[in-house]
């Protein structure tokens, strides 16, 4: 299983984006997913998460300027990160927590998968 990133790119300070991240390959359920992101310099940290029924945590720094949202039907997750600052700008990957099926007995397993990471450039 693997998770595909779109979005991402050069954006103006106080510009907005769309994230997406939909995974490939065959798999059961999606619980907890959502972004995290390594700016130059630093660990790399959570930005937002949701699981499946909802709930949502957001890092104090992006709270009330960036909103994820999932269509569970399309096992998608989304990151509208809005008024943009040059301190957003990093390497932001998609994570989720996957249900994969192992064996015909319907054994599962969760694995922790990552994106490829995409960079986001926050700069007039």
């Known amino acids: 299983v693997q998770l595909v990133e779109s979005g991402g790119g050069l954006v103006d300070p106080g510009g907005s984006l769309m994230r997406s991240c939909t995974p490939s390959g065959m798999f059961d359920s999606i619980d907890v997913t959502g972004w995290h992101r390594q700016r130059p310099g630093k660990q790399r940290e959570l930005v937002a998460t949701?699981?499946?029924?909802?709930?949502?945590n957001y890092n104090m720094s992006v709270k009330e300027r960036f909103t994820i949202s999932r269509d569970n039907a399309k096992n998608t997750v989304y990151m509208q990160m809005s008024s943009l600052k040059p301190e957003d700008a990093a390497v932001y990957y998609c994570n989720a927590m996957i249900k994969v099926i192992v064996n015909v007995e319907g054994e599962a397993r969760t694995l922790e998968v990552w994106g490829q990471g995409t960079l986001v450039t926050v700069s007039s």
């Open positions: 949701m699981s499946r029924e909802g709930f949502v």
